[in-house]
């Protein structure tokens, strides 16, 4: 079982940067391939991005490529997502998580859950 606590959230002004962080603090964290979700006002949560379990290969929702990267220091157990050029409609709670297979959390499943970290991004 592995439990999550992200950090970094808060608030900026459009355009601006954010690095947000999620510390596995029990479990085994690189037997997980991770990912960073997010759940803005009033619609579902959706994925946004993943990282396999050695850091080898990432994957991004359409709508963070080139603005997000995602990263991962195992020897820490610690997950990040830098997030570059920040828009309004990247407002939400960002939500970390973890499952054993990096095509699920792609699918957006996932078997663990982080209690999420606010973003709040204004024009």
């Known amino acids: 079982q592995v439990q999550l606590a992200e950090s970094g959230g808060g608030a900026v002004k459009t355009g601006g940067s954010l690095t947000l962080s999620c510390v596995a603090t029990a479990g085994i964290f690189d037997n997980y391939a991770v990912g960073w979700f997010r759940q803005a006002p009033g619609s579902e949560r959706e994925f946004v991005a993943a990282?396999?379990?050695?850091?080898?290969?990432?994957s991004y929702a359409d709508s963070v490529k080139g603005r997000f990267t995602v990263s991962r220091l195992n020897a820490i157990k610690t997950l990040y997502l830098r997030m570059n050029s920040l828009k309004p409609t990247d407002t939400g709670v960002y939500y970390c998580?973890?499952?054993?297979?990096?095509?699920?959390?792609?699918?957006?499943?996932?078997?663990?859950w982080g209690q999420g970290t606010q973003v709040t991004v204004s024009s």
């Open positions: 990282i396999t379990e050695g850091g080898g290969s990432t």
């Open positions: 998580a973890a499952h054993w297979m990096y095509e699920q959390i792609t699918l957006g499943k996932a078997d663990y």
